[in-house]
Every structure is written in structure tokens, then in C-alpha cells.
């Protein structure tokens, strides 16, 4: 885990911070130093489950929360990222808002359209 040690208002709008951090979470940054964002567990109040679904309850759901759903479409492009911090697990998930991937139906659609006019060109 992280600690600030020190913060310094800059004036334009920006606050100059000096972090120390475990070994291990700066290596998580894979040499990236630009656009990090800062979080802390202590301000995740909102509870949540997680649902589990299949045979032997194989396959597992993070909920959103009600209050979080509002904003952005479910079929968004989604990444995620996994952080081990010794006896807990954080999973960061980021949906882009407004790149959306098209549902399945649209793209057999288009794979159905593709392969018709590539058939009907030989004829």
C-alpha cells in the first residue's frame, strides 16, 4: 500500500503530491507514470455482492449497485484489472462511456449480410 507523505497546493488548480509506495504496487504500473488515479478502500461505502451462477457455481457476477447504474450503457467496452494487496483482492473495472460495442444479434447480422452480398456478387 500507498502513503502520501507530503502535498503541496501548486496553485493552477493541481495539488504536487510525494507518494511512497511497497515495491510491488510500483512494479503493478508496468513503468506507466502518467495518468494514474488515486483511490483508497476506506471510501468504497457502497456494499455490494457478488453472484454466482452454473454448474459447481463456477461462473461469478459482480453486482453493481443500483446507485452506480445510472450513466452508461451495460454493453460498453469494459477492461479490468486485478491488484493483490496480501490478504485482500481489488478489481478495478473501467467502462468507457462512450465507446459501445455492438450486441451479438447486430453483429451475426452483419456477418449474415456480409456472406449473402459475397454470394450474391457470384452469381
Do not use: W
Not at 488515486?38 to 455490494?48: R, W
Amino acid at each position: 500500500m500507498a502513503t502520501i507523505m507530503s502535498s503541496k497546493n501548486t496553485g493552477n488548480g493541481k495539488i504536487m503530491l510525494e507518494v511512497a509506495s511497497d515495491y510491488d504496487e510500483f512494479l503493478q504500473l508496468r513503468g506507466h507514470l502518467d495518468d494514474i488515479h488515486l483511490f483508497t478502500e476506506k471510501v468504497a461505502e457502497v456494499k455490494t455482492n457478488i453472484s454466482q451462477r452454473g454448474k459447481n457455481e463456477a461462473t461469478k457476477y459482480f453486482l453493481i449497485p443500483r446507485e452506480f447504474r445510472r450513466g452508461f450503457k451495460f454493453n460498453n467496452t469494459t477492461s479490468c484489472q486485478r491488484i493483490d494487496l496480501g490478504n485482500k483482492v481489488v478489481f478495478l473495472y473501467v467502462i468507457d462511456k462512450l465507446k459501445i460495442n455492438p450486441s451479438r444479434r447486430e453483429l451475426a447480422l452483419k456477418k449474415i449480410e456480409g456472406d449473402y452480398g459475397s454470394h450474391q456478387g457470384s452469381n
